[in-house]
């Protein structure tokens, strides 16, 4: 006990003064820190200011009566326990005193081992008390955080009993749904589900399971109160997590069930940035015309219905002349603006029905399902030719524009999209050879391309066995570190004639002749090998390689992937493969089951021009995906306030949310490169990083200090 002896200051308040002093020098010989007064008027002065464990109290005082002293001390709820020493007369006042709140009393004469153990369990009693209410105030206080997190989550969290009605929500609900909590303590949850979930989220609100197995990131969308909160429309959707609770005991669980216990999380923002992806995969946002995938779209359906119900149809390529002379001499912005100015002169010509598309840059596609004849088509052609010569006027300018028309007839010039789509802009390129500003139809002797088609083709075969093909490959850096993580293989064909070929020179040929599959087969059997080399010193270092849709299709993909991997002794995580929406949208089901298959051998898959296709995002979240990368056409267009800059950034967060990884391509300028970094978006992949090197060039890139990419690091 010498810790409690120690510490325990005592008050003696005691009027006779011998008796006083041979207390204290008692008490003191036992360890006690002791001060003595002698009257109640003392005592309070000294108890209002000082820390006191025990109050030894004589009650027979001169003035200040020894039991009003007492009741201060009692009704102050001051801090000390009182023991009570009564005068060897009086029986009762011991007792009185005890009622009125002291903790022991003694009476005089007593013996000093009485009083020395009164006060040892007068300090122990005291320093319990002060132990209990510390806790008690602790445990009021950490009910008050357990209530303060719950109140203040900007989730919805809810309880419901076993027949599915409120028996709490948060305070949430008031700024998410607009109802107060009281009004749904009581009411079954259907009152705030959307018409048109409550079948299939019965299960969720009725949920018995727990652990893993209960109902998880659920999506629906909740009533608000009265229709509008917040700005948003009548209802909000949400991701839902349940589980069951049950009573405590032995008995079976159904009988302990007590209903379901669920968080609501307001989903609103990223289904917003979905719906701006989901808008621009089909349109462009600039002229929010149809891109031109949904065109082919239209244009395939046309096609199929005019093969039932015949009938003719008009395909037009618009190109405007000299357009690049604007962009390039009064900027971007005028030249954006220009193009929406035209985009809407263009559909003022047009029918119901028909089908205007921006293909890119200044190029327009057109299908005319009511205008199958030449006499037809060519007032259309003369009509928009003519609404274009008026001036435009854009900020300060007058400007110009005219525009050269190809023209392509189902199903005299073409029988199917992609034909019609081909001819009409053979025919484009013949009006603007003869002098722009005027249409052109499709003519059979005007196909020099096609014949390019032929002779590259036949090239290509041999380039393959010639080692003619070689590979650049392309950093990929995380610019927050300075360091390279990947580098993506991008083919390149050494033509003998005609020098260096992009890959847009000749994938595409090599995708209709079929020959992808074997240059496919040689661009990764290619990156194996060099990557192999260079993990000997970057053991983290990962390539790249594009893959075709008609390599997907193959039979034994992964096999031979998987074989290559193991030739040059690299493993599956050091390779990423990248694919395009469009690509899983195709044939779902057989291209998410070799994307499982790769993915269960460690293989990395990305979405390569990510934001430009069709794929529904909800797939996108089911497939094993790592990384998406940002289109080109996003970054180039971020400038201050661009339709490119939220895209972009609708698209970082979403991949946050995914947790996915987001490689940005294309990234040309410092602007960029910190507007992107301000997104969340680190990785990066262009030409202000660097190009597309040769492999022993690239390689010395890739070894690179981080420090000397530190100068990226800037801003
Ligand atoms: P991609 O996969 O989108 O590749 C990126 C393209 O952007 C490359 O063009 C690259 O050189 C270019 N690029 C990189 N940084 C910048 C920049 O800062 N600004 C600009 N304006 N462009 C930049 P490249 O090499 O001409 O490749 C074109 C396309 O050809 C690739 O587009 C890819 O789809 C395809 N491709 C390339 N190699 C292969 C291959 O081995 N197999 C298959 N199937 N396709 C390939
Ligand atoms: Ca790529
Ligand atoms: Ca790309």
Redo the contacts with the bound molecule.
């Keep these: 006990m010498a810790s409690v002896k120690s510490s325990t200051r005592i008050l003696l308040v005691e009027d006779e003064q011998r008796v006083s002093e041979s207390l204290q020098e008692l008490l003191e010989l036992y360890g006690y820190a002791v001060h003595a007064v002698c009257s109640g008027h003392e005592a309070t002065a000294w108890l209002k200011y000082e820390p006191c464990d025990v109050v030894l109290l004589d009650l027979n005082l001169p003035g200040m009566k020894g039991e009003q002293l007492l009741d201060f001390i009692v009704s102050g709820e001051l801090d000390t326990a009182v023991i009570v020493v009564s005068g060897e007369a009086s029986n009762d006042s011991g007792l009185d005193a005890l009622r009125r709140g002291a903790d022991d009393y003694l009476r005089k004469p007593y013996a000093p081992d009485q009083l020395i153990r009164a006060i040892e369990n007068a300090a122990r009693k005291q320093q319990h008390a002060k132990e209990n209410a510390a806790l008690e105030s602790r445990l009021i206080e950490s009910e008050k955080l357990h209530r303060y997190i719950v109140e203040s989550s900007p989730d919805l969290i809810y309880m419901l009993d076993r027949d599915g009605r409120f028996t709490f929500v948060n305070s949430r609900i008031e700024s998410l749904l607009g109802f107060r909590k009281n009004e749904l303590l009581g009411v079954h949850y259907s009152t705030i589900v959307h018409e048109a979930d409550q079948e299939f989220s019965r299960g969720i609100f009725n949920e018995r399971r727990t652990g893993e197995r209960a109902a998880h990131n659920i999506e629906l969308r909740l009533k608000c109160r009265n229709g509008a909160v917040r700005g948003h429309q009548h209802f909000l959707p949400v991701e839902v997590n349940a589980m069951g609770m049950y009573g405590p005991g032995d008995a079976p669980a159904e009988a302990r069930f007590n209903g379901t216990y669920g968080i609501a999380r307001d989903i609103s923002d990223r289904k917003r940035a979905e719906e701006i992806i989901n808008f621009q995969a089909s349109h462009d946002l600039l002229t929010r015309l149809p891109n031109r995938f949904l065109f082919k779209d239209r244009l395939t359906q046309a096609v199929a219905q005019a093969r039932r119900n015949p009938q003719t149809m008009a395909v037009m390529f618009l190109d405007l002349d000299r357009f690049k002379m604007v962009n390039d001499t009064l900027g971007h912005l005028i030249g954006d603006q220009l193009l929406q100015s035209v985009s809407k002169r263009i559909v003022h010509c047009l029918r119901e029905g028909d089908t205007l598309a921006r293909a890119g840059g200044d190029e327009y596609m057109l299908l005319l399902p009511q205008a199958g004849r030449r006499t037809e088509a060519s007032e259309v052609a003369k009509k928009i030719l003519n609404e274009l010569h008026q001036p435009f006027i854009v900020g300060d300018h007058e400007l110009f524009v005219t525009v050269s028309i190809g023209i392509a007839l189902y199903p005299e010039h073409g029988e199917n999209p992609d034909m019609l789509i081909r001819r009409s802009d053979i025919a484009m390129y013949e009006a603007k050879s003869r002098g722009k500003d005027s249409f052109e139809f499709y003519r059979d002797d005007m196909s020099t391309v096609i014949s390019d088609y032929v002779s590259l083709e036949a090239g290509m075969r041999r380039a393959l066995t010639g080692n003619q093909f070689v590979i650049h490959y392309?950093p990929q850096v995380n610019v927050a570190t300075g360091k390279v993580t990947g580098v993506?293989?991008?083919?390149r064909w050494r033509h003998p004639t005609r020098g260096v070929l992009?890959?847009?020179e000749f994938?595409p040929i090599a995708e209709e002749s079929g020959l992808?599959v074997a240059?496919?087969e040689w661009?990764l059997r290619q990156a194996c090998q060099d990557i192999a080399m260079w993990r000997k010193s970057l053991p983290n270092l990962r390539v790249a390689?594009?893959?075709?849709m008609l390599q997907f299709e193959q039979a034994g993909l992964v096999e031979m992937i998987v074989s290559i991997l193991e030739e040059y002794g690299v493993p599956g995580e050091a390779l990423e493969i990248?694919i395009t929406e469009n690509m899983i949208m195709k044939d779902v089901e057989n291209t998410v089951r070799k994307l499982r298959e790769l993915s269960s051998h460690g293989i990395r898959i990305a979405i390569?021009?990510f934001g430009t296709g069709y794929a529904s995002l909800s797939y996108l979240r089911r497939l094993p995906i790592d990384t998406l990368k940002l289109d080109?056409s996003f970054v180039r267009d971020i400038h201050t306030g661009s339709s490119g800059a939220s895209i972009a950034s609708a698209i970082a967060s979403m991949s946050q949310s995914l947790d996915l990884n987001l490689i940005a391509?294309?990234?040309?300028t410092e602007l960029q490169m910190n507007y992107l970094r301000s997104i969340g978006c680190n990785e990066m992949?262009?030409?202000?990083l660097s190009?597309?090197l040769p492999a022993d060039a690239a390689g010395r890139f890739v070894m690179r200090e981080p420090e000397s990419l530190a100068g990226m690091r800037a801003g």
């Design positions: 392309q993506e293989a991008l083919v992009a890959p847009g994938i992808i240059l496919g661009v390689v594009n893959f075709s990248e390569d021009d080109h391509e294309g990234v040309e992949q262009g030409f202000v190009p597309p």
